[in-house]
């Protein structure tokens, strides 16, 4: 069972150029879908989990801030300022005085997760949730061993793997992680969550949760699917 002194990350600093019009005037994390911001339907779950939240935020910080408030459901939120936005692993880093010793979860603030895939995740030692796609051509693909751990990631874009999971953005993680030396991702100047993990996948048993239950929110036309699904 889950334990209350957990402590959660939300990463929301990005701006969301591929939604066009959508986030002209609003950061992407508070796009409406099903009658809730994107945020919110994170925040209604992680609320009951979690001792203490904190949003990383960067593109339009203070709506926000404004929006969101400083608590959920009665749990108190801070709010940590991105300068640079260098990928996941920067975004992570500025949360590090937050999380002091505490075992903490980390998800992406524009993206939607079901809540019994994240009581699951937060049940692993290590964990990340990754959504079987059923696309063989997904670049990023996370190879497992047997099992059930992270192995290694690899770029498939001409899908010449049969392995079709890729990574949600979702993890669960313990202090040690903010030891380790960030990893570049792939074709980037950016520093990845995943490809850090990657790097200590020898070290750490990183379990694997397997989601049929993800909305990645890119673009207009995975916004709409995702009010479609969710209204199933």
Not at 30 to 39: E, P
Not at 60 to 70: F, H, L, P
Not at 97 to 114: A, E, Q, R, T
Request: net charge negative.
């Amino acid at each position: 069972m889950y334990t209350k002194i957990m402590k959660t990350v939300i990463l929301s600093a990005g701006k969301g150029s591929r939604m066009r019009d959508m986030t002209r005037d609003i950061p992407k994390p508070l796009l409406m879908v099903s009658g809730k911001t994107l945020l919110a339907h994170k925040l209604d779950i992680v609320a009951g989990m979690s001792s203490s939240i904190c949003i990383v935020i960067s593109h339009m910080s203070e709506k926000i801030i404004d929006t969101i408030g400083d608590s959920w459901n009665g749990v108190p939120i801070i709010y940590c300022l991105q300068k640079e936005l260098q990928g996941t692993a920067s975004a992570l880093n500025v949360a590090c005085d937050f999380i002091g010793n505490s075992p903490f979860l980390v998800l992406m603030g524009d993206d939607i997760y079901d809540s019994v895939d994240l009581e699951n995740l937060v049940q692993c030692e290590w964990g990340m949730l990754v959504f079987d796609s059923n696309n063989p051509k997904n670049e990023g693909k996370i190879i497992l061993d047997e099992n059930g751990d992270l192995k290694e990631i690899i770029d498939d874009g001409k899908g010449e793997l049969e392995q079709n999971l890729v990574c949600t953005g979702a993890y669960f993680l313990q202090p040690e992680y903010f030891s380790w030396q960030p990893e570049l991702a792939a074709f980037s100047n950016e520093i990845g969550i995943p490809q850090t993990l990657q790097a200590h996948a020898n070290e750490r048993k990183i379990k694997a949760v397997i989601t049929k239950k993800w909305y990645k929110i890119n673009n207009p036309e995975e916004l709409k699917l995702a009010e479609e699904k969710l209204m199933l």
